[in-house]
């Protein structure tokens, strides 16, 4: 159970951050996740009078405050299209509704989870993150820093012309996937990334670059180059085993995301 | 600490804990259909809306309430009815146990979706868990009730 002994509704970031410089201090953003732990909480800090749960388009890109919620992201139009609904995609499995009312984009990405669907996605855009003493830096390299005391102001998607799929599995309808998947074509390159390996999501470069040009190919080349990527994605990504599913059929599984979600980006699938 | 909020329409100041969840508050305040099915987040059981959204009560802390609205079963129970006797004629219900939490999400899912497709509602309704039943029963009777609701606004506009 988690144990709170001081409430602080904030007034800035600047406060949060001093507030959190102390080890037993916690910011709280849905805290659908953190409600499950065992803690004593010295003082939990709350962002949410802050303004930072909206999501704005701006001319460059789109600015996702970290207590915007999941339920936020997932039925925002100009996104939605900007993504083609792949961010819809990624989100809308996740539990219900009420939950994602609940469930902040900050809580998501700081967490760093490996089944994270969310950062699967926004690890395929040209995502940056926010953070109050860091500054901003890329999604891709957060996700691979250690949890620190810093905080996630908000999450930004930049509108670098791109086209994205997302393909997700799980064993029951709401459970946490067995594996992730999302691919695009992000200004011109290929970037595959693959999640809750159970581990946290990875990308998949293309250093052969099997898939250049690939929306120009002729259709059987594009199905072949597609074949030939989606077994070089499976083969060079480590995979691990859980309660929800073995290493083997992991493998076996990313081969046939990443094959059907660069099929239904290459205009082969709908 | 000190928490100002509106429960089903009646302004309330309270003293709560610092780490009080909405769920127990509401439950301190008599609001019995609010109830705990889980220790996940999982089961929808716990849903309440709050500023119109159904949001899990088991989740959120009490102090995030300040200044907003917040809507239980007992706040709805004309609503409530209505809609009960839908889930009796379809014989959706067996235990009842999930009924609270399911049926708030039937009502924001009312406000905030036209004219859903059987699957936008099940999509909707995804986190309400039910033990006892395979959905089936639910799903007719909340588009039987969908469609009488959209019928007695158009008969309203008629007159
Ligand atoms: C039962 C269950 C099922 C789930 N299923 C899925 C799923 O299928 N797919 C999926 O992608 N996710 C899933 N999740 C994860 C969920 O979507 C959220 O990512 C998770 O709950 C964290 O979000 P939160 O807003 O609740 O954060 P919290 O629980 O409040 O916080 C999480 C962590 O982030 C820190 N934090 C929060 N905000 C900030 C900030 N702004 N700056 C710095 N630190 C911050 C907190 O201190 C804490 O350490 C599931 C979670 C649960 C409990
Ligand atoms: S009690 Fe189960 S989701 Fe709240
Ligand atoms: S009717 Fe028994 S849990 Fe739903």
Redesign the pocket.
């Known amino acids: 159970m988690l144990k709170i002994k001081n409430y602080v509704k904030v007034k800035s970031i600047a406060e949060a951050y001093e507030l959190n410089q102390k080890k037993s201090a916690?910011?709280?953003?849905?805290?659908?996740?953190?409600?499950?732990g065992n803690r004593n909480v010295s003082t939990a800090i709350d962002?949410s009078g802050l303004g930072l749960d909206t999501v704005q388009e701006r001319e460059d890109e789109f600015h996702i405050g970290?207590m915007t919620s999941?339920r936020d992201l997932e039925t925002n139009a100009a996104l939605n299209e900007f993504t083609q609904g792949a961010v819809r995609e990624s989100l809308r499995?996740?539990?219900g509704v009420q939950f994602r009312n609940?469930?902040?984009v900050?809580?998501?990405i700081?967490?760093r989870?490996g089944?994270?669907?969310?950062l699967t996605m926004l690890l395929a855009l040209d995502t940056w993150v926010e953070l109050h003493h860091a500054g901003r830096i890329p999604l891709a390299e957060f996700a691979q820093m250690k949890k620190d005391r810093?905080?996630?102001e908000a999450v930004i998607v930049k509108k670098t012309p791109q086209q994205s799929v997302y393909l997700s599995q799980r064993n029951t309808e709401t459970d946490?996937?067995v594996l992730t998947c999302a691919v695009s074509l992000c200004g011109g390159r290929a970037r595959t990334v693959i999640g809750a390996r159970p581990g946290r999501a990875k990308i998949v470069e293309d250093p052969d670059g099997i898939l250049n040009g690939l929306t120009e190919m002729p259709e059987t080349e594009r199905t072949g180059a597609v074949q030939k990527f989606a077994e070089y994605a499976a083969e060079h990504t480590t995979f691990g085993s859980n309660m929800r599913a073995s290493e083997e059929y992991r493998k076996l599984l990313a081969e046939v995301l990443v094959r059907r979600a660069w099929e239904t980006l290459g205009g082969m699938k709908r | 600490m000190n928490l100002s909020f509106w429960l089903n329409g009646k302004l309330c100041n309270d003293e709560v804990e610092p780490g009080m969840m909405l769920l127990e508050l509401l439950r301190t305040k008599g609001c019995y259909s609010v109830k705990c099915g889980c220790e996940?987040?999982?089961c929808g059981l716990c849903t309440v809306l709050m500023d119109d959204r159904p949001v899990l009560s088991c989740s959120v802390p009490a102090l995030r309430a300040e200044g907003k609205k917040i809507v239980t079963m007992e706040g709805m129970q004309k609503e409530a009815e209505e809609f009960g006797s839908f889930l009796a004629d379809e014989g959706a219900e067996q235990c009842g146990f999930c009924n609270p939490g399911f049926i708030m999400n039937i009502f924001a899912m009312e406000r905030e979706l036209t004219d859903p497709t059987e699957e936008e509602i099940q999509e909707y309704l995804a986190g309400n868990l039910c033990r006892c039943s395979g959905f089936v029963g639910q799903t007719r009777s909340i588009r039987k009730y969908l469609a009488y609701k959209e019928s007695q606004k158009k008969e309203g506009i008629r007159e």
Do not use: E, Q, R
């Not at chain 1, 709280?28 to 953190?34: A, K, V």
């Not at chain 1, 089944?115 to 969310?118: A, K, N, T």
């Open positions: 916690c910011v709280l953003g849905g805290m659908i996740w953190l409600k499950m962002l970290c999941l499995h996740i539990v609940c469930a902040t900050g809580g998501s700081f967490g989870y089944f994270s669907d969310v810093d905080i996630l946490f996937p | 996940t987040s999982n």
